[in-house]
């Protein structure tokens, strides 16, 4: 079964930091875009970051300019996003999807991915 399971996410108070997981079961995630998404409660869900199969190219959204990073390591089958000076706004369920087609446009939809996990909630608040 092909399946993207997310982790590390948890509470952390603003300014904090999380550095969430994405890994692949079932295939290989070395052929493809990898894109975290995000979705607060009663909101669409949005995208944050991607990152090609190579890594040579990213894309975050303007709100997490700055204070996330999206890296891969192919090897261990998992992408990272690291994510840095945390905000109350940023609290919401943290999913990661495949963009089969290698694509890792600077606007996101979540149309373009699939195969995407149950989710990390990510809840920064004092």
């Known amino acids: 079964q092909l399946q993207l399971v997310e982790s590390g996410g948890g509470l952390v108070q603003p300014g904090g930091s999380l550095r969430l997981s994405c890994t692949a079961s079932g295939f290989a995630l070395d052929n493809y875009a990898i894109g975290w998404f995000r979705q607060a409660p009663g909101k669409e869900r949005e995208g944050v970051s991607c990152?090609?199969?190579?890594?040579?190219?990213?894309n975050y959204a303007d709100s997490v300019k700055d204070r996330f990073t999206i890296s891969r390591d192919n090897a261990k089958n998992t992408v990272y996003l690291q994510m840095n000076s945390l905000k109350p706004e940023d609290t919401a369920v943290y999913y990661c999807?495949?963009?089969?087609?290698?694509?890792?446009?600077?606007?996101?939809?979540?149309?373009?991915?699939?195969?995407w996990g149950q989710g990390t909630q990510v809840t920064v608040s004092s």
């Open positions: 999807g495949v963009d089969s087609l290698d694509f890792c446009q600077a606007t996101m939809s979540h149309y373009d991915y699939n195969y």
């Open positions: 990152i090609t199969s190579n890594g040579w190219i990213t």
